[in-house]
């Protein structure tokens, strides 16, 4: 009995086999359909950007140095802090100074004196040379005198400028606003006059950024900023981009590198850059009308240049020869091949050929 049922279970089993899983469905031809994702191809209107990679440097910068010599006695300033122009950061010890302008106030009141009366010495002499009293060598002599004394008075006069000066030198103060980076000396420390370096200034609102482009670029740019200021964008690693106005185009082409340099300024209230950065920069030359973007996963390289698949009415890949014009983020820009409203595959490319059935599926952009 158990015989007979293993015979009957051996034709069940052999018909079970003789359909293959990759066999077409009953009613359906060809090969199965493949899954792929597609997207729709756009037209917008998009600017034109030449892309570089910049420096973010201060507006202004400057090492502060004394320009008299003495001890620090006083530091007015955290490291790091912003300062606004005119803000006291160091004290130089002032009464050596302080009293170099009294002893020279004093010069300037004595030899005032002096040439007052050598002056009126030389009224009475002249008056009495006229009147044939005394020489007329003896006017000329005492006239001289006056004008020696005056002399002297305009010597000390200067002399009190150039000490009250130097008073005010021991006061060192911002030169604009900006952020001061590490101080150098310390209290007590004593400085030297146009040597002793005290502390970094660096301006960053506003700050510029430095950057070179082709020069075959210096056409375009220069058509456009004829037209109007010129937008740029600079995003450091890890912030958002922010919007700047192009300044500066430099008066020639670097020879050994074939670039041109420009420099663009930037608000930066944020301080969202900093000095030394590196930066992305994109330089907005034009608005380009209704250009066609797709997905830069749908642009397939082959040996006879760029192409895409496009699915049809019937869900059948057609290949389609293009041609790019540039790649703007996750997007390519095409300069020919679609119109813009083409459905085209933007993964799933391996298996495909000219007329293969597809299942597309449309993952929102």
């Not at 069940?12 to 077409?24: A, K, R």
């Not at 006056?146 to 006061?171: F, G, I, R």
Request: net charge negative; proline share 6%.
């Amino acid at each position: 009995m158990r015989a007979r049922t293993a015979l009957l279970l051996v034709p069940t089993l052999l018909c079970g086999c003789g359909q293959g899983s990759g066999s077409p469905l009953p009613g359906q031809s060809g090969p199965p359909a493949l899954p792929v994702t597609v997207a729709k191809a756009q037209r917008a209107d998009l600017p034109k950007e030449i892309r570089a990679v910049g420096t973010v440097e201060p507006l202004a910068s400057v090492t502060i140095k004394p320009q008299v010599e003495g001890m620090l006695v006083d530091i007015g300033f955290e490291e790091g802090a912003e300062v606004h122009a005119g803000d006291l950061l160091l004290q130089i010890d002032p009464r050596p100074f302080q009293a170099a302008v009294l002893g020279v106030q004093a010069d300037l009141l004595r030899d005032r004196a002096l040439a007052a009366d050598a002056k009126a010495a030389a009224e009475q002499i002249q008056g009495a040379s006229e009147k044939s009293a005394i020489s007329k060598r003896t006017a000329e002599q005492a006239a001289a005198a006056a004008a020696a004394a005056e002399a002297t008075v305009q010597k000390d006069t200067a002399m009190l400028e150039t000490a009250q000066l130097q008073l005010e030198y021991c006061s060192i103060r911002a030169p604009f606003d900006g952020r001061t980076g590490k101080l150098e000396a310390r209290r007590g420390t004593v400085v030297k006059a146009n040597e002793t370096a005290l502390v970094q200034l660096h301006q960053i609102l506003p700050i510029r950024v430095e950057f070179s482009v082709p020069e075959q670029q210096l056409a375009a740019i220069r058509a456009a900023a004829a037209k109007g200021p010129l937008t740029v964008h600079a995003q450091a690693e890890g912030s958002a981009s922010v919007d700047g106005t192009l300044s500066f185009l430099d008066n020639e082409v670097d020879r050994a590198s074939g670039t041109i340099r420009l420099m663009a300024t930037f608000p930066n209230e944020d301080r969202s850059l900093w000095p030394g950065q590196f930066v992305q920069v994109l330089l907005q030359t034009e608005i380009e009308r209704g250009v066609v973007l797709v997905p830069s996963g749908a642009v397939q390289t082959g040996q006879d240049g760029d192409f895409v698949f496009v699915v049809d009415a019937d869900s059948k890949a057609e290949v389609r020869p293009v041609r790019v014009s540039r790649i703007r983020g996750d997007s390519t820009v095409l300069a020919e091949g679609l119109q813009g409203d083409e459905t085209v595959v933007t993964e799933g490319q391996l298996r495909l050929v000219s007329g293969t059935r597809v299942v597309p599926k449309e993952v929102p952009r």
